[in-house]
């Protein structure tokens, strides 16, 4: 069974606090992924990244960054946490492509952080 | 900019009531269609997905769904609901021609609520 863990489900952070999310998986996936989840806003796409020390911006990359230095590893940073960040964010991982038939070409996701910022 | 539209919010309905979602997309080129559900207090789980071939396709837990390239859309459908698949049902789409071809654009998701 695939496995995406997520270092924490619920955070509470102050608003200027740089706020470190982690996500592992176990599958040796070369593709790992970040949302955040809002009601009514379905996923957004924050950050992905397809291999080691390689990243591209998603749909809505301000005020994050990511790192990728080791293929299971991919973390979310927020330099400086803002209010409107209060959100779930979730982690996913997948093979290289989704273009197959196969039953494990899709995306696996972790359990969610909860994150507030006050 | 590709959009992916679910056009209902929250549903509700009772047990063995017959249960249809509506998804669609924007993009005109090829697409890879996904459904994904999300129980209470639980992952994000793929419920099925088309590539290519038979048009309806079949997931698990008895959903299916249809493509209909014509009408850009991939509906969820369940004749009859349970208890059970009370939880949040979200569409996504991938572009087959995206570079890094695995990224997907998610629908605002639908909340179904299933009363016994």
């Known amino acids: 069974d695939v496995k995406v863990t997520q270092s924490s489900r619920y955070l509470v952070k102050r608003t200027g606090e740089k706020v470190f999310l982690e996500c592992v998986q176990d599958m040796d996936h070369e593709n790992m992924f970040w949302y955040r989840q809002d009601p009514g806003l379905g996923l957004r796409l924050i950050y992905f990244s397809y291999d080691v020390k390689m990243k591209e911006k998603g749909d809505i990359p301000e005020g994050y960054s990511v790192s990728r230095e080791k293929k299971e590893r991919f973390s979310l940073i927020l330099e400086s946490a803002s209010t409107n960040q209060t959100s779930m964010y979730l982690c996913a991982s997948s093979p290289l492509w989704l273009a197959g038939g196969s039953s494990t070409d899709t995306q696996y996701f972790g359990p969610g952080t909860r994150l507030t910022v006050l | 900019a590709q959009s992916v539209s679910q056009h209902n919010h929250h549903v509700i309905l009772s047990e063995a009531a017959s249960l249809e979602l509506g998804c669609n997309y924007s993009?005109?080129?090829?697409?890879?269609l996904f459904w994904y559900v999300q129980y209470p207090g639980q992952h994000l789980q793929l419920l099925l997905k088309?590539?290519?071939?038979?048009?309806l396709v079949k997931g698990i837990k008895g959903f299916e769904a249809e493509f209909i390239k014509s009408k850009f859309s991939f509906n969820l459908r369940k004749p009859s609901v349970q208890w059970s698949d009370t939880a949040e049902y979200f569409c996504a789409v991938n572009r087959s021609a995206e570079a890094a071809g695995n990224k997907l654009t998610f629908g605002g998701g639908t909340r179904v609520l299933v009363k016994p």
């Open positions: 088309y590539f290519s071939g038979d048009p």
């Open positions: 993009y005109g080129g090829t697409v890879n």
